[in-house]
């Protein structure tokens, strides 16, 4: 059985991109083999909780249509799901350790960690804790049952290599003279990340942990501890980090990181899982666009690269135009008047005007900024008109003899005029154009002008003049 997972900090104010990529990509995986997604939430860390993100975070994930098969509020066979709720799960893993001789109590203090630390990098060497409670442990327990502070360390041994192979980057080995015990459970009784994942991995029957980069050198840690326990290791893969354009690691400078800013600005979910599975994957064809369902049937982890994808919102913005360009009118219709639900759009422009915009957006916020001129006339110009008074009477007088408000009649007729007044037709329909929407880019004006009806074109008009 395959069973993959996330597992967010609820640290932010949403689900990172990063983490998205992540989503996806775990879920696709699961959906390949007919297994199961689970969304853990790791709450651990408390000083750097956020308020409300673990449900801002689920609720992310649905709107990408990526749901999990089990998680905290939907619960499943290895609930609960919140690592805040499973602190005497740990605590038992972790007394097991130290009956085992694999991890021990270490009280020493924030004084003493510091100069130890000192000591060692000015002797050159890689800063770690010295094991000294470790020689110690039953005075250690004395004066913890005397109300000591304590934590739980990891007892590394010394100078032995860790090997784990990754299904991305093959064979990683390392080390332990690199590791520094690590602590497991923290004075506070809460476990640290390493401790809870290793636990919650096994516990939860996680067969692949297929998570960012940035945790590999926390797996040789993880491979300790699931020895320690006598378990079988997970399999193991490490997504490269997604970058920006200038190949610095995506941040929030640069690049809006969480991933609900891009539903909001009218990306469409299945355009960004498609750019997303594009990050260091190629389809085997060299298709550009596809589906979840067809990723879901060429995707293998083994054909990811590990070298730093760039996240480059313009290919995003070109890819999401391809995705409204094969939406039908109806289905675009909708999921505007959803976005401008706010402005209560006139329905009958609103379909009216879909054949002649869809071309022309990226993003479905691209619709106002097209389209708003059939809704409302223009309060501001974008281009001086000058002195074009006299031609705009007589485009007034050509509308108001036109009987049959039709575009192509419209169109014609201007023709007429323009060649009449010896105007270039360029400039000619840009004066109308901006007399008509103060904009210099619009949906076609001869369809908008039938759209807007002739009473509304020769009033902006005059009023332009
Ligand atoms: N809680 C970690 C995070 O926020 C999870 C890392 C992992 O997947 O093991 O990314």
């Known amino acids: 059985m ?6 967010p900090s609820p640290t932010g104010e949403d689900l990172h991109i990063g983490n998205l990529y992540s989503a996806y990509i775990n879920w696709t995986f699961a959906r390949k083999h007919n297994g199961k997604f689970i969304v853990r939430i790791e709450d651990t860390d408390r000083t750097r909780l956020v308020e409300g993100a673990e449900n801002q975070i689920l609720s992310t994930l649905r709107a990408y249509n990526i749901a999990p098969d089990e998680t905290i509020d939907i619960g499943g066979p290895y609930a609960p799901y919140r690592q805040s ?19 021990y109590f270490c009280i020493c203090t924030k004084e003493r960690l510091d100069s130890v630390r000192s000591e060692m990098q000015a002797k050159k060497l890689v800063p770690r804790y010295d094991k000294y409670c470790l020689a110690r442990q039953d005075q250690v327990k004395r004066e913890i049952d005397s109300g000591a502070n304590y934590v739980i ?36 009784g809460f476990p640290t990340y390493h401790l809870a994942v290793v636990v919650d991995d096994h516990l939860m029957k996680i067969s692949h942990v297929i998570r960012a980069e940035e945790w590999i050198s926390s797996t040789p840690k993880h491979v300790l501890l699931y020895q320690a326990f006598g378990w079988d290791l997970p399999f193991f893969a490490h997504l490269p980090i997604l970058r920006n354009p200038d190949k610095s690691k995506l941040s929030k400078r640069k690049n809006p990181v969480w991933a609900s800013w891009y539903l909001e600005q009218g990306f469409l979910p299945e355009a960004v899982l498609n750019y997303l599975a594009l990050m260091g994957w190629s389809h085997p064809d060299g298709k550009e666009i596809f589906d979840a369902e067809e990723f879901t049937s060429v995707f293998t982890l083994e054909r990811i690269q590990p070298v730093g994808p760039v996240f480059d919102i313009t290919k995003l913005e070109w ?52 389209a708003g001129m059939l809704f409302e006339p223009p309060t501001t110009y974008e281009k001086e008109l000058g002195d074009q008074k006299e031609l705009l009477e007589k485009v007034t007088q050509t509308l108001e003899a036109i009987s049959e408000w039709k575009a192509d009649v419209i169109g014609e007729k201007l023709q007429d005029l323009a060649t009449a007044e010896k105007v270039p037709f360029s400039t000619f329909f840009m004066t109308l154009r901006i007399a008509l929407s103060g904009k210099k880019i619009t949906p076609p004006l001869n369809e908008s002008m039938e759209i807007l009806g002739k009473e509304e074109c020769i009033a902006r008009i005059k009023n332009a003049a």
């Open 319 to 370: 890819m999401n135009g391809q995705y409204i360009m094969k939406l039908k009118n109806d289905n675009l219709r909708d999921k505007i008047q959803e976005l401008y639900k706010e402005n209560k759009l006139d329905l009958n422009i609103l379909n009216l005007s879909i054949p002649l915009v869809r071309e022309r957006m990226k993003k479905l916020s691209d619709y106002w900024n097209i």
């Open 153 to 188: 360390r990891l007892n590394i041994p010394a100078d032995t290599e860790v090997v784990f192979t990754d299904m991305i980057r093959g064979e990683i080995a390392i080390n332990t003279n690199n590791l520094d015990d690590q602590v497991l459970m923290k004075s506070d």
């Open 2 to 7: 395959i069973r993959t997972r996330i597992p």
């Open 85 to 103: 709720d499973r602190l005497d799960i740990y605590k038992k893993h972790a007394e097991d350790l130290i009956v085992s001789g694999h991890a």
